[in-house]
């Protein structure tokens, strides 16, 4: 079973528009086409069984529409779980954190630099107290990113600083918990356990193995989940990663489906 945590997709109409001005940014070249459906084959292509589908809300208007689109995608495709979003600076921010809820959505997607605040900011807790009251997930862009190369807003102190505000809320930090930030993170977030990290672009950033396992070595191993960010990252590479990783074939089988899948209860009984 292998579950990518960390995908996005793009509405047909805007999925090129977006994605180029995305390549342009990053200098990186997409894997997919950014659309459901190309998404949708690709990952079949990659052998990957089921992928996390991360929508951000760039603007505060565009919130309600995405958790309505992820709802009923998630009605139609078994295999692409999409979380929601909501935009701090939206005035109905808290309310439709109840709606994503009540409409059966796993988690929330927030980009501190797409969203443009930093990761601790105090307007932010009632998101997160909300949040942590719903037993709803975030998952968190961490560390340096193209789209602001010179203020991060998410560095490993501030986000260590959250877990232990909130220590009920699950918080996902992407990219091994920051990108960049290695070693920050080992020393500051690695053992929280109400911290998760996902693999996104360790492949691509990260590159050498002895530096994820400086963090493995702290971190419980039930809190890392296998991510590509595709369509920035193929899966085979991030799965490939992994594989290079000295660690059990147990540990490896969590990494890469099993933490994911019972994070989100994907498998009923």
Not at 6 to 23: G, N
Not at 146 to 172: G, M, T
Request: charged content about 25%.
């Amino acid at each position: 079973m292998i579950i990518d945590a960390h995908v996005h997709t793009f509405p047909d109409k805007i999925a090129e528009k977006a994605l180029h001005r995305l390549e342009v940014i990053s200098g990186l070249t997409r894997t997919t086409n950014g659309t459901v459906a190309d998404t949708m084959k690709y990952m079949k292509n990659m052998n990957i069984d089921k992928f996390i589908n991360l929508n951000i809300a760039t603007s505060p208007g565009q919130q309600h529409t995405i958790n309505t689109v992820a709802a009923e995608n998630n009605k139609i495709y078994p295999d692409m779980i999409s979380l929601g979003s909501v935009h701090p600076d939206a005035p109905d921010a808290i309310k439709e954190l109840y709606r994503i809820k009540s409409l059966s959505i796993k988690g929330i997607k927030l980009h501190p630099d797409y969203q443009d605040f930093f990761i601790d900011e105090q307007r932010l807790y009632p998101i997160y107290e909300v949040c942590s009251e719903l037993e709803l997930p975030i998952v968190f862009h961490a560390g340096w990113d193209c789209y602001s190369p010179n203020v991060i807003h998410a560095v490993p102190s501030a986000s260590a600083k959250v877990a232990a505000d909130f220590p009920k809320l699950k918080i996902v930090l992407a990219h091994f918990g920051g990108i960049n930030l290695w070693d920050e993170v080992e020393a500051q977030l690695a053992g929280l356990e109400n911290v998760y990290f996902d693999t996104a672009m360790a492949a691509t950033y990260m590159r050498d193995p002895k530096i994820a396992m400086k963090i493995l070595d702290k971190h419980p191993i039930e809190n890392i989940f296998l991510g590509s960010d595709c369509p920035w990252e193929s899966p085979d590479r991030s799965v490939s990663f992994i594989d290079t990783l000295p660690i059990s074939d147990d540990r490896k089988e969590k990494i890469l489906g099993q933490n994911v899948a019972a994070f989100y209860a994907l498998y009923k009984e």
